[in-house]
């Protein structure tokens, strides 16, 4: 069965520091998520593509987060510098129709000491 | 601004008796509303969608509702199970319509079954 692909896992680093992370979605979903979750919340939404295009970024923090999906496929959010309330699980997702049931990776665990 | 309302407290319930979350929405009208579950250190999965003009919706044990003049979506589990346990989420779509539609999340329900 087909699924979202995300690394890592897990992700500790210190305040200050530069993290990446990837998501490779199921092959041939267009629409492409990156969702943060605090925990005891529900899932934040940072940023959605379509295709290589970023459609809706307006919770994404632009003075240090940062997202591309280069060729329409796979995608990388980045964070620089991170900060203690960065903390949080980061959830990416893919669709085929937008906004219609998500899939969603196993998340990466973001832990900002 | 758009708001979904779900209940913050855990639901506690016994192993056979039906489960139902609520999940209530104010200032717009959705086309459609989704529910999805969370297990521990997991991302949510997608469970049901249903549409404005449905009333109800059933997939084996689970069954939703969708009332559009209350603006609530109840989500019921008949025959409950331990492995039931989990968080429940429901998630509504905003926006201009097509590629800009962005689906937002209520702060989910945790569902504790117990045998």
């Known amino acids: 069965e087909a699924e979202v692909a995300q690394s890592p896992r897990y992700k500790i680093t210190e305040k200050s520091q530069a993290v990446a992370f990837w998501c490779d979605p199921i092959s041939g979903h267009a629409t492409l998520y990156w969702y943060r979750q605090i925990l005891g919340q529900g899932p934040e939404l940072l940023v959605q593509?379509?295709?290589?295009?970023?459609?809706?970024d307006s919770q994404l923090p632009k003075d240090r987060f940062s997202a591309e999906r280069l060729k329409g496929v796979d995608s990388t959010l980045k964070i620089q510098p991170a900060e203690l309330g960065d903390s949080a699980m980061y959830l990416c997702a893919s669709s085929l129709e937008t906004g219609l049931q998500l899939f969603f990776g196993s998340g990466t665990q973001l832990s900002v000491l | 601004s758009q708001k979904i309302e779900q209940n913050s407290e855990a639901l506690n319930i016994q192993e056979g008796k039906t489960a139902t979350l609520t999940c209530n929405y104010t200032?717009?009208?959705?086309?459609?509303l989704q529910w999805y579950r969370q297990d521990p250190g997991r991302g949510p999965v997608f469970l049901l969608l249903?549409?404005?003009?449905?009333k109800e919706k059933r997939k084996e044990r689970l069954k939703v509702t969708f009332d559009t003049t209350l603006k609530q979506s109840l989500f019921h589990i008949t025959a409950s199970q331990p492995a039931d346990s989990a968080t429940y989420l429901c998630a509504l779509p905003f926006g201009g319509g097509g590629a800009t539609n962005k689906l937002i999340f209520g702060t989910g329900t945790l569902l504790a079954v117990q045998p």
């Open positions: 249903i549409r404005e003009n449905e």
């Open positions: 593509f379509q295709d290589e295009s970023v459609v809706d």
């Open positions: 200032n717009y009208s959705p086309a459609y």
